[in-house]
């Protein structure tokens, strides 16, 4: 049987300096450096849309704990003969489990995520939430009728809590630690020496052994049987099945190099903890420097798409004549939209290409068809409330009556102004507020803070403190809670309410703040299409135009 840290009865009780341990030293210190500098550089960029959503907060304190671990293991050799023989025991049965607890519960914010945004591919903006009346009994459903957040910390807390007290138990009754007390029967003998190697292994392990594999064999296999279907842009099902894969080889090895003796070459070189260092390696991989790549990979079409933007400005600007070429670009973008034949080999060349990434063919999308692009954002980016946010704030303008629309916005507050700053609250509430909504779109905080002085106040009344949210990071406290699946027919039919709508929600009927007018959304608005033309809107595309030269490439085969 071997120990934890590689010692046995005759090592002597020295630091080991051999090239073996200097390596691993080495290798530790540059790897940490490595970590330290893709974590910085998420913390810089975490407003960027793919970092967004991710919650960095919970997904670094993980990978934190972890590399603790990780970092301590790779001294093993050089350090293992003159630690404390519980040493090993205390980081294994702390920093592990609770990091792996965390992680997952980072990990498993996709699955909700995505849950989430399938409701702005299904209804866009139209999505009247109706809650049910009433509170749930029994402790089962008031557990359920509890915000997702909640529920994911008491769950992860219980097993967090649970794994502590086994540990500090085992610690507790066995003797092989403490000589003076315990269980009779646990204690070990023999050298100080034999003494530490024997504390490297035993049954006071299996609670930590047990909690791994509960967290690498059950729980991650159902998060990534779940995950499935998904196929996002953003490289999180990547990170999800890498992880999930990753993990579980780790505490089988581990055990095997504890315990086979065959192991005990191997085990000079590598220690058994290693094997779980090696899953934790490739976390920090998918955690840390996956997202650093889908930034940069973010970044770098954000600057091609301007280029496109800019090459066709300047092509229009020769030309002279900037009307027929919005005539050539919507032309265009309809045939894109519609996959035809006739305009794929054309949609090649460069001009087509650059005439596709502007606004306005962006634009031309949102008025007429943007049912496609609004999917593709929620279930491929979920960042469906951008597109469900634009093509509200456009119905709610074309719906504004002539008071508003002419600019007289501090004539009298009649029923329809009232009607249009109660449907523009909603919209407030539910894509902008930090405190209500479910994904706070990503603008300014300039526009954040100006709007905030016309809505909030009207929207706390209506809706109350929802949850008390940092502006600078609001995804870091999101509840997430899922919206009530109890659907109202004319949910579908617009965002004008009808009287059965207005039943069930409802109204302000205070003063209107004198700042409310009908381009109270126009920095907003515009703040959320440059962020989709840049984001999204390229990406789209080049989905688009792949899955019609795929089309194009069966369809022979198809008409055999």
Same mark, same amino acid.
């Given at each position: 049987?071997?120990?934890?840290?590689?010692i046995?009865?005759s090592?002597?009780? !020295?630091?080991?300096l051999?090239?073996?341990?200097?390596?691993?030293?080495?290798?530790?210190?540059?790897?940490t450096?490595?970590?330290v500098?893709?974590?910085?550089?998420?913390?810089?960029?975490?407003?960027?849309p793919?970092?967004r959503?991710?919650?960095l907060?919970?997904s670094?304190?993980?990978i934190?704990?972890?590399h603790l671990?990780w970092?301590v293991?790779?001294f093993?050799?050089?350090?293992?003969?003159? !630690?404390?023989?519980?040493?090993q025991?205390?980081?294994?049965?702390?920093?592990?489990?609770?990091?792996l607890?965390?992680?997952?519960?980072?990990n498993?914010?996709?699955?909700?995520?995505?849950?989430?945004?399938?409701?702005?591919?299904?209804?866009?903006h139209?999505?009247?939430?109706?809650?049910?009346?009433?509170?749930? +009994?029994?402790?089962?459903?008031?557990?359920?009728?509890?915000n997702?957040?909640?529920?994911?910390?008491?769950? =992860?807390?219980i097993?967090m809590?649970?794994?502590v007290?086994l540990?500090?138990?085992?610690?507790?009754?066995?003797?092989?630690?403490h000589?003076?007390?315990?269980?009779?029967?646990t204690?070990?003998?023999?050298?100080?020496?034999?003494q530490?190697?024997?504390?490297?292994?035993?049954?006071?392990?299996?609670?930590?052994?047990?909690?791994?594999?509960?967290?690498?064999w059950?729980? &991650?296999p159902?998060?990534?049987?779940?995950?499935?279907?998904?196929?996002?842009?953003?490289?999180?099902?990547?990170?999800?099945?890498?992880?999930a894969?990753?993990?579980l080889?780790?505490?089988?090895?581990?055990?095997i190099?504890?315990?086979?003796?065959?192991?005990?070459?191997?085990?000079?070189?590598w220690?058994p903890?290693q094997?779980?260092?090696?899953?934790?390696?490739?976390?920090?991989?998918?955690?840390?420097?996956?997202p650093c790549?889908? =930034?940069?990979?973010?970044q770098?079409?954000?600057?091609?798409?301007?280029?496109?933007i800019?090459?066709?400005?300047?092509?229009?600007?020769?030309?002279?004549?900037e009307?027929?070429?919005?005539n050539?670009?919507?032309?265009?973008?309809?045939?894109?939209?519609s996959?035809?034949?006739?305009?794929?080999?054309?949609?090649?060349s460069?001009?087509?290409?650059d005439?596709?990434?502007?606004?306005? &063919?962006?634009?031309?999308v949102?008025?007429?068809?943007?049912?496609?692009?609004?999917?593709?954002?929620?279930?491929?980016?979920?960042?469906g409330?951008?597109?469900?946010?634009?093509t509200?704030?456009?119905?709610w303008?074309?719906?504004l009556?002539a008071?508003?629309k002419?600019?007289?916005?501090?004539g009298?507050?009649?029923g329809?102004v009232r009607?249009?700053?109660?449907?523009?609250?909603?919209?407030?509430?539910?894509?902008?507020?930090?405190?209500?909504?479910?994904?706070?779109?990503?603008?300014?905080?300039?526009d954040?803070?100006?709007?905030?002085?016309?809505?909030?106040?009207?929207?706390?009344?209506?809706?109350?403190d929802?949850?008390?949210?940092n502006?600078?990071?609001?995804?870091?406290?999101?509840?997430?809670?899922?919206?009530?699946?109890?659907?109202?027919?004319s949910?579908?039919?617009g965002?004008?309410?009808?009287?059965?709508?207005?039943?069930?929600? =409802?109204?302000?009927?205070?003063?209107?703040?004198?700042?409310?007018?009908?381009?109270?959304?126009?920095?907003a608005?515009k703040s959320? +299409?440059y962020?989709?033309?840049t984001?999204?809107?390229p990406?789209?595309i080049?989905?688009?135009?792949?899955?019609?030269?795929?089309?194009?490439?069966?369809k022979?085969?198809?008409?055999?």
């Open positions: 049987m071997g120990s934890e840290l590689g046995t009865a090592t002597a009780e !020295l630091i080991d051999s090239p073996v341990s200097i390596w691993w030293a080495t290798w530790a210190c540059v790897w450096l490595a970590v500098s893709g974590a910085t550089f998420l913390i810089i960029n975490r407003n960027a793919t970092l959503i991710r919650g907060g919970l670094l304190s993980a934190g704990l972890l671990y970092a293991c790779q093993g050799t050089m350090i293992g003969a003159i !630690l404390p023989g519980d040493a025991y205390w980081i294994m049965g702390t920093f592990l489990p609770l990091g607890s965390l992680f997952h519960a980072s498993a914010r996709f699955l909700h995520v995505a849950k989430l945004q399938k409701k702005y591919a299904q209804y866009g139209k999505l009247f939430e109706v809650k049910p009346e009433g509170s749930p +009994k029994g402790l089962i459903n008031r557990f359920r009728a509890l997702y957040n909640t529920k994911v910390f008491i769950i =992860v807390g097993g809590f649970v794994q007290f540990t500090i138990l085992m610690w507790v009754i066995s003797r092989k630690f000589s003076s007390w315990g269980i009779p029967g204690e070990v003998h023999g050298s100080a020496m034999a530490k190697t024997a504390q490297g292994s035993g049954w006071e392990w299996w609670p930590g052994v047990a909690y791994q594999l509960l967290w690498a059950i729980i &991650a159902i998060v990534l049987w779940k995950s499935r279907h998904i196929n996002d842009t953003q490289g999180w099902r990547t990170q999800t099945i890498g992880c894969l990753a993990n080889h780790g505490t089988p090895m581990w055990l190099g504890l315990y086979v003796p065959a192991m005990a070459p191997v085990n000079a070189v220690i903890p094997w779980i260092c090696l899953s934790i390696w490739f976390m920090e991989i998918f955690t840390i420097f996956v790549y889908e =930034v940069i990979r973010s770098s079409l954000r600057k091609e798409t301007l280029d496109s800019a090459r066709w400005e300047l092509k229009v600007k020769s030309s002279g004549s009307e027929k070429s919005l050539s670009a919507s032309t265009m973008v309809e045939s894109f939209m996959g035809w034949k006739s305009t794929n080999d054309s949609i090649k460069n001009g087509s290409r005439s596709i990434m502007t606004m306005h &063919a962006l634009e031309h949102l008025e007429r068809n943007p049912t496609p692009l609004q999917e593709f954002s929620a279930l491929r980016e979920f960042s409330e951008n597109i469900a946010f634009l509200g704030v456009a119905e303008k074309n719906s009556p008071i508003l002419d600019g007289t916005c501090d009298p507050s009649k329809a009607e249009s700053f109660n449907c523009a609250l909603h919209l407030y509430a539910k894509f902008i507020s930090v405190r209500h909504a479910e994904f706070p779109l990503n603008i300014s905080s300039q954040l803070t100006n709007l905030d002085h016309i809505f909030e106040k009207p929207t706390r009344l209506l809706y109350g929802e949850r008390e949210t502006p600078v990071s609001p995804f870091d406290k999101f509840t997430f809670d899922l919206p009530s699946p109890a659907l109202t027919d949910s579908e039919k965002l004008k309410p009808t009287s059965t709508e207005i039943k069930d929600r =409802v109204q302000y009927w205070g003063q209107i703040p004198e700042e409310f007018c009908a381009t109270v959304f126009d920095d608005e959320i +299409k962020l989709v033309l984001n999204t809107w990406k789209f080049k989905d688009r135009r792949t899955s019609i030269e795929s089309f194009e490439t069966l022979p085969g198809m008409d055999v």
